[in-house]
Nanobody
């Protein structure tokens, strides 16, 4: 069994910063891409950022330059540093990873339970 657990959400004022973390644990043989998504109230889940195993990054719309995604392969972890936060960044943030479990010959997509980020004065 594989689980993803996010941490680091909370309430921050506009212009402030937050750092999110996500760690994958369980019967893991390998991890390919790791990503952050978010779902604003009443909206669809949208890609925030992706980082490949070798560190290449891509970002969703209205993100690049303010957020930075990184990972530590030794810790099966992915991070999201969020700066210059805006009220429009308020959302539940989800961790996603493409993982090959040691008990399965197929790669699967796994999701964390989500962490709330609220940007408000």
């Amino acid at each position: 069994q594989v689980t993803l657990v996010e941490s680091g959400g909370g309430l921050v004022q506009p212009g402030g910063s937050l750092s999110l973390s996500c760690v994958a644990s369980g019967d893991i043989l390998a991890i390919n891409t790791m990503s952050w998504y978010r779902r604003a109230p009443g909206g669809p889940r949208r890609l925030v950022a992706t980082v490949t195993h070798d560190g290449r990054t891509t970002y969703g719309e209205s993100i690049e330059g303010r957020f930075t995604v990184s990972r530590d392969n030794t810790k099966n972890s992915v991070y999201l540093q969020m700066n210059s936060l805006e009220p429009e960044d308020t959302a539940v943030y989800y961790c996603n990873a493409n993982i090959r479990p040691s008990t399965d010959r197929f790669w699967n997509n796994y999701w964390g339970q989500g962490t709330q980020v609220t940007v408000s004065s």
